[in-house]
């Protein structure tokens, strides 16, 4: 069975200052490994994606993610936080038929 | 990547009545899922879609209590029915974005019932 495991409920960074989530996973094959961002009252945007190549994906809103197969993990990380980055991070893992599984989420507060 | 429209993005019901939410693809996808997230939880998934068949459904959700339709390749129904206070959720629906490996949601429906 496929599973995620977010450590982080919670982090609070400084304006400017870098960020990084942590993600686990659990899954028996090559897994499809995303990571979702949700602001209040939003639905889910896609910030990156892993299925194949290069371990290091760039994604959008300057964020970016290595995939660790030795480690079961894909952690997500950001230079430098804006205030607009605040929100619920979602990592999930699935396969080509694309039925995820979410981890528990990471909500992140940005202070001035 | 596609475009889902989802409806209602909001509403408020009373116990026991059902409440259908509707999901629209800009374009023909594969796989629909639909997806519910608990107040301050992630997001668990309720079944899958299967166009012109009954869905398969994950443990814990039945048939009886979500009925999906997808008719088609672009559009699918989960219908929330007898509704109780525990139901209240945000329902979102997904589709696979094969060309982009993707999976992408519709905005969800925040569904209260009082």
Redesign the interface.
Known sequence: AQSVTQPDIHITVSEGASLELRCNYSYGATPYLFWYVQSPGQGLQLLLKYFSGDTLVQGIKGFEAEFKRSQSSFNLRKPSVHWSDAAEYFCAVGSNDYKLSFGAGTTVTVRA | ?AVIS?KPSRDICQRGTSLTIQCQVDSQVT?M?WYRQQPG?????IA?ANQGSEATYESGFVIDKFPISRPNLTFSTLTVSNMSPEDSSIY?C???DRLN????????T?LTVV
């Open positions: 990547s989802q796989m899922f939880q992630s997001l668990t998934l899958t979102l997904s589709g696979d490996t993707e999976a992408f949601f519709g905005q969800g925040r």
